[in-house]
């Protein structure tokens, strides 16, 4: 049965979860005050939140009887985890691109790369445009597609991809309000400067194996 479409608010919550499981696992599961205090935090956020406790509680309710969350018993506050991965049935690669995508909003596949690194080390951007292909081409049969890829922004080499948890998006976006940032750049950097250090390191080692020094070095 496919999944209904998620609030704002609900994917924000789930999103939470989900980085703090992996960000802060001795903090984990959540308290309803963590769940808050992580929705409405100001980094690693887009768009930026108010959400009420009341809300939050309201959004975990709903999440619940969607077997995406449950709360978790033996302890004498409510403390909730998230069951995304077996609840939306995707591998654990697809979770973590889902739950940055639901948290900082439209991302290039550099840019997730970078992001993810507290969540899950991909290999490099390859890896994680097949992993964000298999969520796009996913089967009616399983729920439908997951993600989309967003037309390319002025002054961006690279698309954007999107969830559907929230329902359908436009191709189109409207990026009159959402500039190339700061952060988007340093990601793409990052992630070259990321490649250029292992290549750097394989010739190295190529170099060591064959007895001979580096050009420009003296033994």
């Known amino acids: 049965m496919p999944l ?14 989900m980085e703090k499981a992996r960000t802060v696992p001795d903090s984990y ?46 302890s004498r506050v409510a ?3 998230h069951n995304f991965q077996r609840g939306v049935g995707v591998p654990e690669q697809s979770a973590v691109l889902l739950g940055l995508l639901m948290l900082r909003g439209p991302q290039t596949a550099g840019e997730l790369r970078i992001n993810s690194e507290r969540w899950y080390r991909f290999a490099d951007i390859s890896s994680v445009e097949a992993f964000l292909e298999e969520l796009q081409s996913r ?31 436009e191709v189109e976006a409207d990026y009159s309000q959402a500039p190339v940032t700061q952060d988007g750049h340093e990601a793409r950097i990052a ?26 070095h003296t033994q």
């Open 139 to 169: 089967s009616d049969e399983k729920g439908g597609p997951l993600v989309i890829r967003l037309a390319r922004a002025p002054g961006m080499r690279e698309q954007r991809w999107a969830h559907l948890l929230c329902g359908p998006v």
């Open 191 to 216: 992630s070259l400067e990321a490649e250029v250090s292992l290549l750097r390191s394989a010739v190295q080692n190529l170099y060591q194996q064959l007895g001979m020094s580096q050009p420009g």
């Open 79 to 81: 403390r909730w985890e």
């Open 4 to 17: 209904r479409s998620l609030t704002p608010i609900e994917a924000r919550v789930l999103g939470t979860l």
């Open 29 to 74: 599961p959540l308290t309803l005050n963590s769940i808050v205090a992580g929705c409405n935090q100001k980094s690693s956020r887009e768009p930026l939140m108010n959400v009420s406790d009341a809300q939050a509680q309201e959004a975990l309710d709903s999440l619940k009887l969607l077997t995406l969350v449950f709360e978790s018993s033996g």
